[in-house]
């Protein structure tokens, strides 16, 4: 049988004789009469390379970027959505190193001899995650956040044998819908933990006996969560605590681990990755040493060589777990390498006290804008608890037309809430959800004070 699709009648007459077969719908039989074609695709003709690319540039042009400062006024939007995926600065220290062509590569780094420099730099981001996290282990990192909870999910499985995940309704949207659509393979029943002002109130107790309780912090409406109660929940139920954090509020919030978390997971894209229309980003992922064992994806470790000098290796990488087969907790093999050394490059270009200074910026921004949005005429806050660097309104007016409108006036408003097309459901009631991040300066937030006064009215 021919190792290519076939394309000619007498192709074709060969395939299905060798398949004992009569006809093309004898071998398409097994496909359900729903799911086949009635007629042939309405294809165009074929383009040429330079009509094609010509075509793709004219469907890119459609895009509307994110402006940063300087850019000239109508070239893009000036960005006040978050809810996952923030305008920070990437320094252009960051981009020098992390272009550099050692990293620039996709190669597994399974020789260790010629693989030195991704290596260390991937053990230093090891390292600043887990400081970040308040836990003794990271990964080499995972794909983005959302994977990166679904992993702790399976974790924290394979650790208790247990098959109920508990999920606050504070987690972000996609990543509960990720970690659904981990349910329906896995076996695992979700259940979902409401919120009360901003808060998960824990004393709802419904659900099997669960592995994990999974929080955000702070969580998706930017509420501070108590860690605290969700660490006596976990207790009380006996599994593991799961902490979605934020790696930029970590510049000022107590680690996740110190506040009792086992597994503390996050969205890496803040350091050193723009927004990107979406991707690619990065998984953060820390856990207790005694876990490291079930750690998902690689972990590389710091050794000697026979001569006595620091080296480094991969010390465990979840493609060991492909000889335990129905024993293993993860079946991801890679990591987002380059990406993770970018976050690494600007976190240590950053230190200890310029990730405060962020932390502090973003914080202040928050707060400035909100108090103006208050302000305005019929704008009241979604919830009473208090934020640190994203906040939700509730607007008088539909939010996805404001934010539509908003557009037009040269800012992205915000993240609607409520509504299908935002993917945030209507769980949290209907509004807006607002960043701002150390980008925006006093001069943008007041223009886009003044321009959603106008579209309010």
Not at 184 to 212: F, I, K, Q
Not at 387 to 396: N, S
Request: hydrophobic share 45%; charged share 20%; aromatic share 6%.
């Amino acid at each position: 049988m021919p190792s290519y699709v076939p394309h000619t009648d007498a192709e074709i007459e060969a395939m299905l004789a060798f398949l004992g077969l009569s006809s093309l719908d004898e071998l398409f039989s097994v496909v359900p009469e729903a799911l086949r074609l009635a007629a042939p695709l309405a294809l165009p003709d074929a383009l040429s390379e330079a009509d094609v690319l010509a075509e793709v540039e004219r469907l890119a042009g459609a895009n509307v970027p994110c402006t940063g400062r300087g850019v000239a006024p109508g070239a893009g939007l000036v960005c006040f959505a978050g809810a996952g995926a923030y305008d920070h600065e990437v320094p252009e220290a960051v981009r020098a190193m992390a272009s550099r062509s050692e990293y620039v590569t996709a190669y597994t780094p399974y020789q260790a001899e010629v693989a030195q420099g991704v290596l260390q730099a991937l053990f230093e981001y090891q390292t600043m995650v887990a400081r970040l996290a308040g836990l003794e282990v990271s990964n080499a990192s995972l794909y983005d956040g959302a994977s990166a909870c679904v992993e702790a999910a399976n974790l924290a499985s394979a650790a208790t044998g247990r098959r109920g995940i508990r999920v606050s309704r504070g987690v972000h949207p996609h990543w509960r819908q990720a970690l659904r659509t981990f349910a329906a393979g896995s076996g695992s029943e979700l259940s979902e933990v409401a919120l009360v002002d901003g808060h998960t109130s824990w004393d709802d107790d419904g659900g099997p006996a669960p592995a994990a309780l999974v929080v955000q912090y702070p969580n998706f409406l930017g509420c501070l969560e108590d860690l605290s109660a969700a660490r006596r929940a976990a207790d009380a139920a006996g599994a593991l605590l799961v902490v979605a954090f934020d790696p930029v509020a970590a510049g000022l919030l107590v680690p996740p681990g110190a506040r009792g978390a086992d597994v503390v997971v996050g969205e890496g894209q803040p350091f050193g990755t723009a927004l990107s229309f979406g991707g690619p980003y990065l998984g953060l992922f820390a856990c207790r040493l005694e876990h490291v064992r079930r750690l998902p994806g690689r972990l590389v470790g710091e050794t000697v060589d026979v001569e006595g000098r620091t080296a480094y290796v991969s010390t465990l990488r979840t493609r060991e777990q492909d000889i335990r087969r129905e024993r293993a907790s993860s079946n991801v093999c890679t990591n987002q390498t380059l990406i993770a050394v970018a976050c690494a490059v600007q976190l240590a270009w950053l230190g200890t006290s310029g990730l405060r200074e962020l932390a502090l910026r973003c914080a202040r921004a928050t707060r400035y804008t909100r108090e103006s949005l208050l302000a305005l005429e019929g704008v009241e806050p979604l919830v009473g608890a208090p934020t640190l660097r994203e906040f939700a309104v509730r607007l008088p007016a539909d939010p996805t037309v404001v934010v539509d409108r908003m557009a037009d006036e040269g800012f992205l408003a915000g993240v609607a809430l409520g509504g299908d097309g935002a993917g945030a459901g209507a769980e949290y009631g209907e509004g807006l959800l607002v960043a701002a991040t150390e980008r925006r300066t006093r001069a943008e937030i007041d223009a886009y004070v003044a321009a959603m006064d106008k579209v309010l009215r």
